[in-house]
């Protein structure tokens, strides 16, 4: 069953991101599901450490992106505006270059909170880091 409360966008949230921090970092969202978005992130000079690993403060962007990103599409707009609340992540292996990809899939889609599993994996299918991310839903329009 889909989530999503008129589909998902994601040409237009590519658009919308390319002028912030998710352009910045160069995140780009690469398919939704019916339950669940995806994204890629470089792991390039934009997102390295100095040590030369991906940063695990970069890996909580894209995290957070795809939970926010999942979040407003997955209530309706009209009436309902979601905002983070909270994230926490587990970095569990390094990684040096390449793409890593981040699946956001919803723990619960409650009235007032949602909660979001994001798993980032490399290219090799390896598990790099998890994040669990709640988004406060606002009984208010969006305002993106």
Known sequence: MAIWHSGFPLDDANRRGRGCAVGHLG?????????????????????RQPAGVLHGGASMVLAE??????AAHAVDPA???CVGQEINANHIRAVTDGWVYGVARPIHLGRSSQVWDVRIHDEEEKLVSIARVTMAVLATPNRY
């Open 27 to 47: 995140i780009e969202l690469v398919e939704a599901g019916d339950d669940w978005l995806k994204a890629r992130m470089p792991v390039d000079d934009r997102t």
């Open 65 to 70: 992106t795809l939970a926010s990103w999942a």
């Open 79 to 81: 009436k309902f505006h």
